[in-house]
């Protein structure tokens, strides 16, 4: 078993992770108050993925979703307590090498006015809707291809 590669980004009500596994089948997402796994097999060479991460912050196990695409698998880890910063993803500052920082949709949405209070609302109704599997709206506008490779090297945000 090896980790899924994964990028996240800290939102007002929410964490969002999204595990880079093209053509995931068998996947198992795991939510738990301080604790996160997750788990899928690749359909392109059939590799088996399994992440565990002991998170910063509580979160809402039941108010936690996964949606899985052809691409990839986001995860909407609901906060437990809402409106508080999540500096990294894991309780320990350890880098993680499979776990990158999200800058294309990461925000720093403590100074802004509540438009951010949507994303949620957004994430569960794309949710409700899962029609075909590559109608995944764009949230925030940012475009998944424009990754830039460098963004595994640069230091965690602290």
Same mark, same amino acid.
């Given at each position: 078993?090896?980790?899924?590669?994964?990028?996240?980004?800290?939102?007002?009500?929410?964490?969002?992770?999204?595990?880079?596994?093209?053509?995931?089948?068998?996947?198992?997402?795991?939510?738990? #108050?301080? &604790?996160?796994?997750?788990?899928? !097999? $690749?359909?392109?060479? =059939?590799?088996?993925?399994?992440? *565990?991460? @002991?998170?910063?912050?509580?979160?809402?196990?039941?108010?936690?979703?996964?949606?899985?695409?052809?691409?990839?698998?986001?995860?909407?880890?609901?906060?437990?307590?809402?409106?508080?910063?999540?500096?990294?993803?894991? #309780?320990? &500052?350890?880098?993680?090498?499979? !776990? $990158?920082?999200?800058? =294309?949709?990461?925000?720093?949405? *403590?100074? @802004?006015?509540?438009?951010?209070?949507?994303?949620?609302?957004?994430?569960?109704?794309?949710?409700?809707?899962?029609?075909?599997?590559?109608?995944?709206?764009?949230?925030?506008?940012?475009?998944?291809?424009?990754?830039?490779?460098?963004?595994?090297?640069?230091?965690? !945000?602290?």
């Amino acid at each position: 078993m090896h980790p899924a590669a994964a990028k996240w980004y800290d939102r007002r009500d929410c964490v969002f992770i999204e595990f880079l596994v093209e053509d995931s089948k068998d996947v198992n997402v795991n939510f738990e #108050k301080s &604790k996160f796994g997750f788990s899928c !097999l $690749s359909g392109t060479d =059939n590799m088996k993925y399994s992440n *565990e991460i @002991d998170l910063f912050d509580s979160i809402d196990q039941d108010g936690s979703k996964h949606r899985r695409t052809d691409r990839s698998i986001l995860c909407c880890l609901r906060k437990a307590a809402s409106g508080k910063s999540w500096p990294r993803l894991t #309780k320990d &500052k350890a880098k993680l090498n499979w !776990l $990158s920082v999200d800058f =294309n949709n990461w925000k720093d949405w *403590e100074d @802004d006015s509540e438009e951010d209070l949507s994303n949620y609302d957004r994430f569960s109704e794309m949710m409700g809707n899962m029609g075909g599997e590559d109608d995944l709206p764009d949230l925030d506008g940012a475009d998944d291809e424009s990754a830039d490779s460098d963004e595994e090297k640069m230091p965690d !945000l602290e």
